[in-house]
């Protein structure tokens, strides 16, 4: 087993005990609230938001983002290139980019409650990761531009990333709002609402760069800067589910109240666009499931 394997499983096993410690303690912390005297609904969420779950699995956050990392740095000096070539290489940037994208998002609103969904997400990522073969083949002609590949493939890779972040804000905000802002391992719906919104501001021109980045691509190794492939019409969907969102976002009326509905729908699309359109479909950019 390679030492990049070795980093990887070391992420995986990083998330895993976090989330695991951090559903221990959250259960004590529970017990004890129960046995001793009631406090009211502002003092329990406050206790919710504080303490050695979060802290614990903040740290574990941050381990296994630093794995991933360095899986990813040696598999760059390995390759030669880019390490987001293949679904094995890409699984493992995304979640090292979902996991880098909601610490440093954590830094500025209130939204440690949405770490364990975050975990998770990241997780399943590396999983995947694990799943997949790790060898390391020759690029095919398509992808044999070391420039397009680090920028348009790594403007992706970064787009994808914070709108899972976007994704699980929104999930908060949901869950929130049918709960009346009761859910007090959450955090508030505005909190959540406003990380989503940061999010989607960040990834959408991320998002619009890698597109006509790769239409730029497209035109250099097919002599057409669009092709109606698979991938091509799933990520132009994608940017017009994220557009959609930012045309109601701001609205407080029925149509605002879409804004999440949105997010989760076009994490889904990203997840089509990144799995779905290459393996699912044949088309120019089928070389992808690599």
Known sequence: MSAATLLLAGAL?????????????????????????????????IEAHSGPPRNLLATALVLA????????????????????????????AFAAGLLLSYLLLARRHAIAGLAPVVGLLAGALVAYALLLPATALPLVPALQSPLLLTVHVGAAMLAYAISGVAFVAALGELAQRRSGDR?????????????????????????????????VWANLAWRSYWNNDPKELAAAATWLVYAAYLHVASRRDRLGALAPWLLVAGFAAVLFTWLGAGLLFVGQHSYAGA
């Open 13 to 45: 096993l990083a998330l895993a005990a976090g989330l695991v410690l951090a559903a221990i303690e959250q259960a004590w912390v529970m017990v004890a609230a129960r046995t001793a005297a009631p406090l009211s609904p502002a003092c329990v969420a």
């Open 65 to 92: 983002t630093a794995c991933l990392v360095a899986a990813l740095g040696l598999r760059a000096v390995e390759v030669g290139h880019a390490p987001w070539s293949n679904l094995y290489e890409f699984s493992q």
């Open 183 to 215: 859910i007090a391992q959450l955090p508030p719906a505005t909190a959540c609402r406003n990380a989503a919104h940061r999010s989607v501001l960040l990834a959408f021109p991320i998002l619009t760069i890698a597109i006509v980045l790769g239409s």
